[in-house]
């Protein structure tokens, strides 16, 4: 069982930027594809950036491009989803996903395990 735990949310004006982290107490967290998602009020949850277990891949999605980036460091167990210029439409709860297959992978039902989510808010 993986148990993943979500920080680093809270509230920033547009042009600002947060760091979001992920831990995990799971034993086997450096094997797997992470990912952020997030859901807007009133609207359907979505991708917005996953990382290769090693580090080597990640891919973002074309709303956050240039402007997030996720990271990682298997040896603290940690993954960051550093968020630069954020505009209010990045307003949403973001969730932190593990997911056991070796493909970095956009589709939320792939992943396996999830945290709670952090909430971000950004004002105009």
């Known amino acids: 069982q993986v148990q993943l735990v979500e920080s680093g949310g809270g509230l920033v004006q547009a042009g600002g930027s947060l760091r979001l982290s992920c831990t995990t107490s799971?034993?086997?967290?450096?094997?797997?594809?992470v990912g952020w998602f997030r859901q807007a009020p009133g609207k359907e949850r979505e991708f917005v950036a996953a990382i290769a277990w090693n580090g080597d891949s990640t891919y973002h999605a074309d709303s956050v491009k240039g402007r997030f980036t996720i990271s990682r460091d298997n040896a603290e167990k940690m993954v960051w989803l550093q968020m630069n210029s954020l505009k209010p439409d990045d307003t949403a709860v973001y969730y932190c996903?593990?997911?056991?297959?070796?493909?970095?992978?956009?589709?939320?039902?792939?992943?396996?395990?999830w945290g709670q989510g952090t909430q971000v808010t950004v004002s105009s």
């Open positions: 996903a593990a997911d056991p297959t070796a493909w970095v992978t956009t589709t939320e039902t792939d992943y396996d395990y």
């Open positions: 799971g034993r086997t967290f450096s094997s797997y594809v």
